[in-house]
């Protein structure tokens, strides 16, 4: 098994980079699973950003047990970014969503 396993700030998230084993309406995927605090809080923020985000708009996301589940199909590995700078990218997003979301919440 191959996994991919990244920590940032309390961040944590594991992918099974087996994708090939996964598969979705005829595309191959990379699930990743993503847990943290007040992750499913910020998911509708998230999702809204990612629509209008070409290279994110066909990743799948839902809330699993208070974190994320991500599915991210093999066409957008195939545009030129790796598993692992998508995840940079939508992690650090999302703890800068968290800590918006965080401080507005704090200031009513």
Do not use: Q, W
């Not at 991500?70 to 800590?99: C, F, K, N």
Request: with cysteine.
């Amino acid at each position: 098994m191959s996994v991919l396993v990244r920590y940032y700030d309390d961040v944590y998230v594991e992918c099974d980079m087996n994708y090939g084993r996964y598969v979705r309406d005829g595309v191959n995927y990379v699930p990743c699973a993503v847990k943290g605090r007040d992750l499913d809080r910020v998911l509708p923020i998230l999702r809204d950003y990612l629509s209008r985000r070409e290279i994110f708009r066909e990743i799948r996301i839902d809330t699993v047990d208070g974190g994320l589940s991500l599915e991210i199909p093999t066409i957008t590995l195939s545009r030129g970014r790796s598993v692992g700078e998508i995840l940079d990218s939508l992690v650090y997003l999302l703890i800068g969503i968290r800590h918006c979301t965080t401080y507005l919440s704090n200031t009513k």
